[in-house]
């Protein structure tokens, strides 16, 4: 179990190590957003988003998904008298995954006209914390090439999800009939796409020699599961 990360600001990696205090290895962290769009859902139109954290082992090239959200809006809506929040938005996960996976790069595919909307929101939105989220544009060229990109990586076990979860159910779900990728499937991809695309690639200038930092340097976030 992962139970404590250091992020390296030289190579941009975050290394995990378990309750031991042994790496288990060094990772290259994206996330991707699929901006809110109508689906149906248990027979209705609903409005949802999603969005994703992956980490890519720079040793293994093993992708682990490490977090995902759904969201309808960017800001979190409070409710009127007791100012609880009743839906949470998609800055205040971004800023959680600040925190916890280091993570300030999140890719997205234009879709429509709206999609740009909600890209200015984030941008300007006040409950962004120090680490502000880059957001660039990216695409694929269709849905079939998309579905392969996801089944190839599940067929080899070159990607981690966890049994049970949105991401998890919607994969399983994926069919030669498929047409149109679901929210958490289309922000998937997103990130598989920059992963692919845009390699993480070593600083001919920097030695990633293993080491264990100082207690000084880690990063602990107790009572959190962040996968296995």
């Given at each position: 179990m ?6 390296n600001?030289a190579t941009r990696?975050?290394h ?9 290895g060094r990772?290259d962290?994206r996330?991707g957003i699929c901006?809110?769009?109508v689906?149906?859902?248990?027979g209705s139109?609903a ?5 994703v ?6 040793e293994?090239s093993?992708i ?5 959200f ?6 979190s ?5 007791e100012?609880?929040i009743?839906h949470?938005?998609?800055t205040?996960?971004?800023n959680?995954c600040s925190?916890?996976w280091?993570n300030?790069?999140?890719y997205w595919?234009?879709?429509?006209d709206?999609?740009k909307?909600?890209?200015l929101q984030v941008?300007r939105s006040?409950?962004?914390g120090t680490?502000?989220?880059v ?9 079939n090439?998309a579905k392969h990109?996801v089944?190839?990586?599940v067929?080899?076990?070159d990607?981690?999800?966890?049994a049970g979860t949105?991401l ?5 779900t ?11 499937l289309?922000?998937l991809?997103c ?5 692919e695309r ?9 030695n ?6 100082s207690r000084a ?7 959190v599961?962040h996968?296995?």
């Open positions: 992962i139970d404590v990360s250091y992020y600001p990696l975050v995990f190590y378990d309750d031991q205090r042994n790496l288990i990772y962290i996330g901006w809110p769009t689906v149906e859902e248990y139109a409005f949802r988003g999603f969005a954290v992956c980490g890519r082992n720079i293994d093993i682990k998904v490490l977090d995902q759904s969201f309808s809006t960017v800001e809506v409070l409710s009127q008298d100012g609880i009743e949470r938005g998609l205040d996960w971004i959680e925190n916890k280091r300030e790069r999140y595919r234009q879709t429509n709206t999609d909307d909600y890209l941008i006040k409950p962004i680490l502000r989220p957001l660039p544009k990216i695409n694929w060229s269709d849905t090439s990109m089944l190839k990586l067929e080899t076990a990607l981690q999800i966890k949105d998890a159910q919607d994969i399983a994926i069919s030669p009939a498929t047409e149109k990728l679901s929210p958490p289309h922000a991809v990130c598989l796409t920059a992963f845009y390699p993480w690639r070593k600083n001919k200038n920097h990633e020699a293993d080491f264990v930092p340097f880690i990063r602990h976030f107790p009572g599961n996968g296995t």
